[in-house]
């Protein structure tokens, strides 16, 4: 378990602290919160056995390597030196070799001449040889992996290539979508996100894609002139300088990238496109929390299975039911290594409003849901009508922990309490010293 405890909170803000709460260090769930985004680059693997083409297949239909183009071989270092003795070398070749070190190393040393220079490559071996390893190093290897791996494992050694999160951050990108219009998706959106920015003093981003009819000027009280419109126009355009003119700053760490809301002109939203600007703003700040509209489209799909996290608000009736019950089912079939999206049940216990029951709801599910938050029109209504978060408008209303919880769950971390210490504690401790 890494524990890292947030050492930047503002004291008066907070009671408490946040530590990181990754799965244990080597294994498969903490390699996959650690692999990020791959970007746009060419892959070739050298397998010997089947074992290594099925890791290398699966991490290639991974959603962090969408955008890498893959490509799987047999034979080993023998078949790579061949190959590339006739074609141009990839940005990344795998090889994966039981040779004996000597061998190995000679069969390399035969790659390396037939490499363009830009080349990268990993070597998978069978043995745990130090030697080997330094030897490897030094002739420009970028990775050396013990097999068996695992495909999280090998996204984990291609995402540290190719990602340094000290010159290069990648945010996570978490998605919330409601099962059926009008759930308050993007009110728990906004919520969740205020609460992030403010509980890790980090920056967040709120991308509202529901361009003509997006609630989150009027949330935060803003009304900007522009956002995340101009950047969908020509996401080609989009880089650091821009962002920050089309970004409207809500908070000392939350901005938001606004939806114009006006019907007169026609939106035409690629899911390259958007692709294109949530990756700017990946670059940007540690969190980008995307508001998509209820509906279906290529670039809500696409969006949703790009995410991080997604985060499904439902009703307990049962058109909410059958639509999370679609949505959970095509997140599964498509992002096997991801954990299942998290479920807010919302509105619930509307008076004389015949509702499907909690546990036959996450039954039909197969998730349990995060939180179940009661409809409460009065202190909802009012917090929607001041351009408030409900934590604002009244820290102790019934949802105000939801959001907390909420937004450490997506972040991976785990609220610590830290004990309020007297004033006089240090006094204390130095009487307690003298006798
Ligand atoms: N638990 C609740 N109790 C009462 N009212 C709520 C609750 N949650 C949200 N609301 C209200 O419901 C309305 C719709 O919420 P919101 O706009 O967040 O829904 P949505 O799912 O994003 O809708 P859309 O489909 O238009 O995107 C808002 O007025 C909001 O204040
Ligand atoms: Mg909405």
Same mark, same amino acid.
């Given at each position: 378990?890494?524990?890292?405890?947030?050492? @930047?909170?503002?004291?008066?803000?907070?009671?408490? !602290?946040?530590?990181?709460?990754?799965?244990?260090?080597?294994?498969?769930?903490?390699?996959?919160?650690?692999?990020?985004?791959?970007?746009?680059?060419?892959?070739?693997?050298?397998c010997e056995n089947?074992n290594m083409?099925?890791?290398?297949?699966?991490?290639?239909? =991974?959603?962090?390597?969408?955008?890498?183009?893959?490509?799987?071989?047999?034979?080993g270092a023998t078949?790579?030196?061949?190959?590339?003795?006739?074609?141009?070398?990839? @940005?990344?070749?795998v090889v994966e070799s039981s040779l004996p070190r000597q061998q190995l190393l000679g069969e390399l040393?035969?790659?390396?001449?037939?490499? /363009?220079?830009?080349?990268?490559v990993i070597v998978t071996g069978h043995v745990n040889d130090v030697i080997l390893y330094r030897e490897l190093l030094k002739r420009?290897v970028?990775e050396y992996l013990v097999a068996p791996i695992?495909?999280?494992q090998?996204? +984990?050694?291609?995402?540290?290539?190719?990602?340094?999160?000290?010159?290069?951050?990648?945010?996570? $990108?978490? %998605?919330?979508?409601?099962?059926?219009?009008?759930?308050?998706?993007?009110?728990?959106?906004?919520?969740?996100?205020?609460?992030?920015?403010?509980?890790?003093?980090?920056?967040?981003?709120?991308?509202?894609?529901?361009?003509?009819?997006?609630?989150? !000027?009027? =949330?935060?009280?803003? =009304?900007?002139?522009?956002?995340?419109?101009?950047?969908?126009?020509?996401?080609?355009?989009?880089?650091?300088?821009?962002?920050?003119?089309?970004?409207?700053?809500?908070? +000392?760490?939350? %901005?938001?990238?606004? #939806?114009?809301?006006?019907? /007169?002109? =026609?939106?035409?939203?690629?899911?390259?496109?958007?692709?294109?600007?949530?990756?700017?703003?990946?670059?940007? $700040?540690?969190?980008?929390?995307?508001?998509?509209?209820?509906?279906?489209?290529?670039?809500?799909?696409?969006?949703?299975?790009?995410?991080?996290?997604?985060?499904?608000?439902?009703?307990? /009736?049962? #058109?909410?039911?059958?639509?999370?019950?679609?949505?959970?089912?095509?997140?599964?079939?498509?992002?096997?290594?991801?954990?299942?999206?998290?479920?807010?049940?919302?509105?619930?216990?509307?008076?004389?409003?015949?509702?499907?029951?909690?546990? +036959?709801?996450?039954?039909?599910?197969?998730?349990?849901?995060?939180?179940?938050?009661?409809?409460?029109?009065?202190?909802?209504?009012?917090?929607? @009508? @001041? !351009?408030?978060?409900?934590?604002?408008?009244?820290?102790?209303?019934?949802?105000?922990?939801?959001?907390? /919880?909420?937004?450490?769950?997506?972040?991976?971390?785990?609220?610590?309490?830290?004990?309020?210490?007297?004033?006089?504690?240090?006094?204390? +401790?130095?009487?307690?010293?003298?006798?």
């Open positions: 378990m890494i524990r890292q405890t947030n050492t @930047n909170l503002a004291s008066s803000d907070v009671d408490a !602290g946040y530590e990181v709460d990754l799965p244990i260090d080597g294994s498969d769930d903490a390699s996959l919160q650690r692999a990020r985004p791959i970007p746009r680059i060419s892959i070739q693997a050298f089947n083409a099925n890791v290398v297949q699966t991490a290639s239909e =991974d959603r962090r390597l969408s955008k890498a183009h893959v490509s799987v071989h047999m034979g078949a790579a030196v061949q190959h590339y003795q006739e074609s141009p070398t990839p @940005n990344l070749i040393d035969r790659l390396a001449e037939c490499c /363009d220079p830009g080349t990268k420009g970028s695992t495909a999280p090998l996204m +984990e050694s291609l995402s540290n290539l190719y990602n340094d999160p000290e010159s290069d951050p990648v945010g996570h $990108v978490y %998605s919330f979508i409601g099962a059926k219009g009008g759930v308050g998706s993007s009110t728990i959106c906004h919520n969740a996100a205020w609460t992030l920015s403010k509980a890790l003093q980090s920056n967040v981003i709120i991308a509202d894609l529901d361009l003509a009819f997006g609630t989150t !000027g009027l =949330d935060f009280n803003q =009304d900007p002139v522009q956002g995340i419109a101009e950047a969908l126009a020509t996401p080609e355009r989009l880089d650091e300088v821009l962002l920050d003119r089309l970004l409207t700053k809500c908070s +000392e760490h939350l %901005s938001i990238f606004a #939806a114009p809301v006006v019907l /007169d002109r =026609d939106y035409e939203i690629t899911p390259d496109g958007c692709d294109m600007v949530i990756d700017v703003a990946r670059q940007n $700040v540690p969190y980008v929390v995307v508001d998509l509209p209820h509906g279906w489209s290529p670039w809500t799909k696409r969006v949703l299975l790009q995410s991080d996290e997604v985060v499904i608000t439902a009703a307990p /009736d049962l #058109a909410n039911l059958r639509n999370a019950k679609n949505i959970v089912e095509l997140l599964k079939q498509s992002r096997a290594n991801d954990s299942p999206p998290q479920l807010i049940i919302n509105m619930a216990n509307m008076p004389k409003r015949p509702e499907i029951a909690l546990k +036959e709801f996450e039954d039909a599910l197969g998730i349990k849901a995060l939180a179940v938050i009661d409809f409460d029109p009065e202190t909802f209504g009012q917090a929607a @009508n @001041n !351009g408030q978060m409900i934590e604002e408008l009244n820290d102790r209303a019934k949802a105000a922990p939801v959001f907390r /919880d909420l937004a450490m769950t997506l972040a991976h971390r785990k609220e610590v309490k830290v004990e309020k210490k007297s004033a006089l504690a240090p006094l204390l +401790e130095k009487l307690k010293l003298k006798r």
